[in-house]
């Protein structure tokens, strides 16, 4: 006897569909991570459930704070991969996920950004300063 989520994982990927735990409900759960580059470009995977819907991945529009970042791919139907935008150091936003057909759901204060440390570390970062 195969275990319950096996058993779901199966039926989805041949659309047999029958399942008791089927949720497609549409929800976001998780995003990681959770800051990103002031300058943009940070890949960020959104986790949660629904993100297909009979059988298509919906239209998806994802924005940081009033900065739309762009939608990747879709891994699976609970794993949706984005870029994020460029923002203001240290400014957390929230993210607002436009599906359609589904709706919107918004996270609030979920994506942090933060400045890429491009310098290399000297010897005084690693030891603490020099000593006098």
Known sequence: KRPPVLGCVLAFGLALGGCGNNDTKLRVTDIVPDKGDVEGGT????????????????????????QRGDVIRFENDGDLVVTAP??????????????????????PHAFTFVEKNTAAPTVDDLTGGAKK
């Open 43 to 66: 890949y960020v995977h959104i986790h949660g459930n629904g993100f297909i819907a009979n059988g298509e991945p919906r239209n998806a529009k994802v924005y940081f704070g009033s």
């Open 86 to 107: 460029g923002g203001k150091p240290n400014d957390t936003v929230d993210l607002l996920l436009v599906f359609e057909p589904g709706g919107e759901l918004k996270l």
